[in-house]
């Protein structure tokens, strides 16, 4: 099937219209109609029903919705990956959250590149919906998260067990920065601090609350090993009495992987959760 055919349909379905794809695909509305028959004559069925208001899925338009935006993934992905740089007899494709970039997929790289150079290694940050969608889709190889969804397939290792702590920095007292850890953190957060979850200043990304706080002033829930060398240096100062809420790490990859080097790429990972000391498992190391 030609892949403009599913560009065309995807490009109807987020628009509401033939006449707005046209438009957006820089293409006559004649040849956004062509283009459909010609996706339904393949399918054997209808996909839109055309009104005066514009155009609306089908039963099997909607089942089909799924399928088609996956052939796009997958076709863009394609295009990304190839063809293979120069030399490079192998490929695998890695991701992580936005807050596991540093140090995880960063020293997770690094070694990977010492050990395996003729291999092209792909790496991706976003967030946690984003890369299981592509895992799922098979256009990544694994993932880091905090949060694993579960589906038939997929293959889901704790690798570690961070801890979040309260820090506050030397300078002035507040505010308290409600730093939003995600839906397992919220949960412990707000039953143990319940008159703080409405904090006058709630930021969702990490860094950028430290950043926060280091130039401002204030206290918030980070991670211990980002935090410690602000510690150590007296940046910061951790609030002994405070409770302390668990954030696990989670390795994500598909059970059936196509890629030959997933096996060794998983093992690199695992080494260097274990020489850095830190939980793996429930165990410490």
């Known amino acids: 099937m030609d892949i403009e055919l599913a560009r065309t349909f995807l490009e109807i379905v987020r628009s509401g ?6 438009e957006r695909l820089h293409v006559t509305q004649t040849t956004v109609t062509a283009r459909v028959h010609n996706l339904e004559g393949q399918l054997g069925c209808r996909l839109f029903v055309r009104n005066r208001s514009g155009a609306r899925l089908t039963d099997n338009g909607e089942q089909f919705a799924g399928h088609a935006s996956q052939l796009v993934s997958t076709w863009d992905a394609a295009r990304r990956s190839l063809p293979l740089p120069e030399g490079a007899g192998r490929t695998v494709t890695l991701g992580a959250e936005i807050s596991l970039w540093n140090p995880w997929l960063l020293d997770w790289l690094v070694r990977l590149r010492e050990d395996f150079p003729d291999a092209a290694i792909r790496a991706e940050v ?11 889709q098979g256009v990544l190889d694994a993932a880091l998260v905090h949060q694993p969804d ?9 690798l570690m067990e961070e801890k979040l702590i309260l820090v506050r920095g030397t300078g002035r ?11 397992d953190f919220r949960r412990q957060h707000d039953s143990a601090w319940p008159e703080r979850s409405r904090a006058s200043v709630s930021i969702d990304l990490g860094p950028l609350a430290l950043r926060y706080i280091l130039r401002h002033g204030g206290s918030g829930y980070f991670r211990t090993r980002v935090v410690q060398p602000y510690l150590e240096d007296g940046t910061l100062r951790r609030e002994e009495d405070a409770p302390e809420f668990t954030y696990p790490v989670y390795l994500i990859y598909g059970k059936n992987q196509q890629s030959s080097l997933i096996v060794p790429v998983i093992e690199v990972l695992r080494s260097l959760v274990a020489g850095q000391g830190v939980l793996q498992n429930g165990a410490a190391k």
């Open 173 to 183: 007292d507040s505010p308290y920065v409600y730093v939003d850890w995600g839906v």
């Open 126 to 136: 976003g967030e946690r919906a984003i890369l299981h969608e592509k895992l799922e």
């Open 17 to 22: 219209s033939f006449m707005a794809a046209a």
């Open 150 to 158: 579960y589906w038939p397939g997929m293959q889901v290792e704790q």
